[in-house]
């Protein structure tokens, strides 16, 4: 009796989640069978689930457009070089967190620095909206974005980066320093490496957070710069929407992080649970 | 010298397990002392900059009359807390304000619920380890993608007439094939955003609950084995238990990025229709860069902005806790 009984329980919860699966997967399929559609097709009343005609020139319209093509690339400026910058800063101040600034001043000077992520950033990006605006580099700059990326990024890298070194064992260190290394070479050759697939995660995280961001982008800039969240309005004519475009640049715009996740998925789990598991 | 060693010594035992002072031995900085405060320093400085300094700057001009006009010429007068007292009245942001509420509720809370109801049926009921790791991928991935192009999709999907969402409950026969609904209505447009949240963002709590499942003792569930315990009484007095801080964590994670983000309302209604949709973030930044009438809209912020505080300050205050509690075990 409980056997069955503990069955029906278990088919049950499979088929809620095959249900869950379905729901899920069901956006990202209508998608790819969307971007492979010409536009008459999309526009029907009834939409078909399975493209009648399949085209894959949608795709080649968008690398033929020189707009897609540099948004693509103004997204991967202000995403590669907003990660190299949070990163770099990050790994230091994290690693004096870790090993040097302790105590009281310490934790919450780290607990500070997590808490800037956390907050609604309205509250930032009005003022820098109009200061940036009476600077000579305007809102509408790489600078401009680069600058605000940070206010989430360089707190994740800071914190994420001090989980990582007091995770790495300070006695090696204090080895290194025995054998006459200067702190600096202790520091590369020692605790660098050690830390090493910290700082690939905390890398990925920053670079996924900034390549999909919107908020700031869409306020900020659009004429000089456009990364790609900017661009993709651009596709819509008058009152017509070519949605076959739209989805072949999402496509193309949204496949670099999902290939990063899926490779590096084992490395990620720490960061985006902010070092509690250690995934 | 004498007594700063004892003064040391008795410092680091009455904190002897602290998370951030456990193993750490003063004393043996080779470098100069100001070098760590360098490195710090420079994030310090750049976040005072970008963030602090903004905040005040937006506390300054809660009291002030700044719109656009003032901005150009340079000129605001005190005015006191009518910025506030204007917010508090306007029912476009009280109405906001419960559209948040409603949001954060069914939104952060059941993705939270359902994030870990489908972490746990995955670990505990999908025995293939390669299927496994296949389904939380593909459960994982709509984290990944941009909001913006999330938001773009269901849009999409969701239209009324000939979108792929109603269609596809006609064609499992959930919808009778002659109806339509209409989720970016004003009745509906708030679910719908709630709708996509959920699809988005489930994802958060399945990986970091599954991951946490992933870690826990196979030896504590082989001893509730041998004791013939059924799964139910396993998962609710060993499972969820031991998982409870890591739930706690994802919690909080998703509770405060629900709390600030605004991308999707941004991209699939803009607030509407006749502003059905409008959450406060959006309001305040309408008001502060659109229609430039940055005094009220600091006021806005500013409300956000203490909330925010409150509940960063005893979320890090029970994380603090956590970790401290990690590092000991």
């Known amino acids: 009796m409980t056997h069955t009984n503990y069955r029906l329980v278990k088919t049950l919860l499979l088929l809620f989640l095959g249900i869950w699966l379905v729901f899920t997967l069901f956006p990202l399929y ?8 010409p536009v008459e097709e999309i526009n029907r009343m009834i939409p078909t689930f399975w493209p009648q ?7 080649a319209g968008i690398f033929a457009d020189p707009g897609s093509l540099k948004s693509l690339v103004d997204s991967v400026i202000v995403s590669v070089t907003n990660t190299a910058l949070s990163l770099f800063l990050g790994t230091l101040a994290g690693y004096a967190l870790a090993r040097w600034i302790r105590g009281v001043i310490g934790e919450n000077l780290a607990f500070w620095i997590l808490s ?16 940036f605006d009476s600077m000579p580099w305007g809102t509408d700059s790489y600078f401009s974005l680069i600058v605000l990326y940070l206010v989430f990024n360089l707190p994740l890298a800071t914190w994420l980066m001090m989980v990582f070194f007091r995770d790495a064992p300070r006695e090696l260190e204090e080895a290194a320093y025995l054998d006459g290394y200067t702190p600096f070479r202790a520091f590369f050759k020692v605790t660098l490496p050690l830390v090493f697939p910290g700082m690939i ?24 710069v456009k990364t790609f969240p900017v661009h993709i309005p651009t596709f819509t004519l008058g009152s017509q929407t070519l949605w076959n475009l739209v ?18 998925r084992r490395y990620m789990v720490r960061g985006l649970s902010l070092g509690v598991v250690k995934g | 010298m004498n007594a700063a060693v004892s003064e040391s010594a008795a410092g680091a035992a009455a904190v002897p397990t602290d998370w951030f002072t456990r193993k750490r031995r003063r004393g043996n900085l080779i470098v100069s002392p100001f070098v760590p405060w360098v490195m710090v320093g420079i994030p310090v400085l750049i976040l005072v900059a970008i963030v602090v300094y903004p905040t005040v700057w937006m506390a300054y001009h809660a009291f002030q009359d700044t719109n656009m006009m003032s901005l150009f010429s340079g000129e605001w007068t005190y005015v006191g807390w009518q910025n506030f007292a204007t917010a508090l009245t306007d029912d476009r942001f009280l109405s906001s304000v419960k559209h948040l509420i409603r949001y954060l509720l069914f939104g952060a809370c059941l993705q939270v619920i359902l994030g870990v109801a489908l972490a746990l049926i995955l670990y505990e009921c999908v025995k293939n380890s390669t299927l496994r790791i296949t389904i939380l991928i593909l459960l994982v991935l709509p984290m990944m ?11 999409f999907l969701l239209q009324a007439n000939n979108g792929g969402f109603n269609h596809l409950l006609i064609n499992l026969h959930l919808l009778p094939a002659a109806e339509r609904i209409d989720w970016l209505s004003s009745k509906l447009s708030l679910w719908a955003i709630t709708l996509v949240d959920v699809w988005q963002w489930t994802a958060l709590p399945l990986l970091i609950v599954y991951s946490g499942r992933v870690s826990l003792p196979p030896a504590v569930y082989e001893a509730a084995r041998v004791d013939g315990a059924s799964g139910w009484l396993v998962l609710r007095r060993i499972t969820l238990p031991m998982l409870k801080e890591i739930i706690a964590i994802a919690f909080i994670i998703r509770f405060m990025d629900a709390y600030k983000f605004v991308d999707h309302v941004s991209v699939m209604t803009q607030g509407g229709p006749s502003e059905s949709s409008e959450l406060p973030v959006y309001i305040a930044f309408q008001k502060g860069i659109r229609e430039f009438q940055v005094g009220e809209a600091a006021a806005q912020a500013w409300l956000i ?25």
């Open chain 1, 201 to 224: 995660s905390v890398a990925m995280l920053c670079w996924i957070f900034a390549w999909n961001e919107y908020l700031f982008a869409n306020l900020l800039t659009g004429t000089t």
């Open chain 2, 145 to 155: 993608l941009p909001p913006s192009i999330v938001g773009v999709l269901w849009k």
């Open chain 1, 30 to 37: 209508f998608m790819i069978v969307t971007s492979l559609k």
């Open chain 1, 247 to 264: 989805m072949a640049f999402s496509l193309v715009a949204m496949l670099p992080p999902v290939i990063l996740f899926i490779i590096l």
């Open chain 1, 116 to 131: 800037n992520r956390m907050f609604p950033p309205v509250a930032v990006i009005i003022p820098m909206f109009f200061l």
């Open chain 2, 305 to 329: 902005f203490a909330v925010a505080a409150v509940l960063i300050t005893l979320f890090l205050k029970y994380m603090k806790r956590v970790l401290k509690a990690q590092a000991i075990a």
């Open chain 1, 53 to 59: 005609t399949m085209k894959v020139n949608n795709y």
